[in-house]
């Protein structure tokens, strides 16, 4: 006799379905994963800018260098109360530094999404 091939193709048109469908669930699932990855990234950018500024406020109410440096000449704080004060200070620095770092670090992942 004579077969048709109508129903050999049946199960392989539905598997080639469910493949297409699955590919697009998989593309559909990496999008909304670069998407929440990029949206984590800039709110990242957004805080270390904030702590940027923050810092850089607080080193600019607290910048006494002269002050101290004129206060421990004339004899009104001991060297040790100015290692201290100044230690302070270069700690706040280096906290700006450290947070100008990771933003500048944060905006470099940012743009090589453009990329």
Known sequence: GISIPLWE???????SKAAVQ???????DSRQQ???RLKGQ???ALAL??????????????DNA???KKALDA????????MVEIGLYYDMLNQL??????????LADLASVEL
């Open 22 to 28: 699955a590919a697009e669930l998989r593309e559909a």
């Open 75 to 82: 004899g009104e704080i001991s060297l040790l109360d100015y």
């Open 97 to 106: 530094l450290e947070a100008k770092r990771d933003y500048h670090k944060a």
């Open 49 to 62: 800018q904030a702590a940027v500024q923050t810092y850089r406020e607080a080193l600019d109410k607290t």
């Open 9 to 15: 193709n049946k199960n392989r048109i539905k598997q």
């Open 66 to 68: 002269a002050l101290l």
């Open 42 to 44: 800039y709110e990242r």
């Open 34 to 36: 670069f998407y929440s």
